[in-house]
């Protein structure tokens, strides 16, 4: 038990780390791969970002840090002019640089280019349209998370604001998973996130792909 924990009466729940995915943008509706393209949000992703930040900042956060893509940004500053806190930009949070990929649509990716899209699904280490490899998108993204969630109080809250390629293999890298299971975290919805709580034995994924308030989990497994 911790100083705090003494002083409160209460368990400590450790750290938390919230990855919040941007809101929806015109490429996102046209099925049009993005990457690190620097597209901006729509209406409706402004109208997501907005209704999303209100129940984020519910949970009282201690500090934002978001992908200086506009998209990202953008829906980072709904949270921050809520919260009163300030964000910070960080080029290490863009989403996977993919190449020629980026532009196309889904069904382009797989015309042009399907036995590399193919290979990818089953867990191959590919380089999308000559991109990065998801291992290096969490070699520079996971860094900036664990940088950020180390400056917060005991039982602090973290928002990262990214994209859902960076954050599916943040949360990969951070929760020890081997590369080529990460595809096994689902996507996340445009302004949906996902809730890392720090354990006894490293991160854990409490919530995924989430769009409500996440609920304390009440029973045996916690």
Same mark, same amino acid.
């Given at each position: 038990m911790t100083a705090a924990d003494t002083d409160t009466g209460k368990k400590s729940r450790g750290r938390r780390i919230i990855l919040w995915r941007h809101g929806q943008t015109s490429w996102n509706v046209e099925r049009r791969f993005q990457g690190s393209t620097d597209v901006e949000l729509t209406e409706t992703g402004i109208g997501q970002a907005r209704r999303s930040a209100r129940l984020l900042a519910s949970l009282k956060p201690d500090a934002i840090v978001a992908s200086d893509l506009r998209r990202a940004a953008a829906t980072a500053a709904e949270l921050a002019t809520l919260t009163g806190l300030e964000m910070t930009l960080d080029e290490g949070l863009r989403e996977t640089y993919a190449g020629v990929w980026q532009g196309l649509t889904h069904e382009e990716i797989i015309d042009r280019h399907g036995e590399e899209y193919a290979a990818w699904k089953r867990g191959e280490a590919v380089r999308r349209g000559g991109g !990065?490899? !998801?291992?290096? &998108?969490?070699?520079?993204?996971?860094?900036? &998370?664990?940088?950020?969630? !180390?400056?917060?109080? &005991?039982?602090?809250?973290?928002? &990262?604001?990214?994209?859902?390629? #960076? =954050?599916? #293999? #943040? =949360?990969?890298?951070?929760?020890?998973?081997?590369?080529?299971?990460?595809?096994?975290?689902?996507?996340?919805?445009?302004?949906?996130?996902?809730?890392?709580?720090?354990? =006894?034995?490293?991160?854990?994924?409490?919530?995924?792909?989430?769009? #409500?308030?996440?609920?304390?989990?009440?029973?045996?497994?916690?």
């Amino acid at each position: 038990m911790t100083a705090a924990d003494t002083d409160t009466g209460k368990k400590s729940r450790g750290r938390r780390i919230i990855l919040w995915r941007h809101g929806q943008t015109s490429w996102n509706v046209e099925r049009r791969f993005q990457g690190s393209t620097d597209v901006e949000l729509t209406e409706t992703g402004i109208g997501q970002a907005r209704r999303s930040a209100r129940l984020l900042a519910s949970l009282k956060p201690d500090a934002i840090v978001a992908s200086d893509l506009r998209r990202a940004a953008a829906t980072a500053a709904e949270l921050a002019t809520l919260t009163g806190l300030e964000m910070t930009l960080d080029e290490g949070l863009r989403e996977t640089y993919a190449g020629v990929w980026q532009g196309l649509t889904h069904e382009e990716i797989i015309d042009r280019h399907g036995e590399e899209y193919a290979a990818w699904k089953r867990g191959e280490a590919v380089r999308r349209g000559g991109g !990065e490899l !998801e291992t290096e &998108v969490a070699d520079r993204a996971a860094p900036v &998370v664990l940088r950020h969630a !180390e400056k917060l109080p &005991v039982d602090g809250t973290l928002v &990262v604001v990214s994209h859902g390629g #960076t =954050i599916r #293999t #943040t =949360i990969g890298r951070l929760l020890g998973l081997e590369a080529r299971h990460w595809e096994s975290l689902g996507g996340l919805s445009n302004c949906c996130w996902s809730v890392l709580g720090e354990g =006894i034995r490293g991160w854990r994924l409490l919530e995924h792909n989430a769009g #409500t308030l996440p609920e304390p989990v009440l029973g045996d497994d916690d």
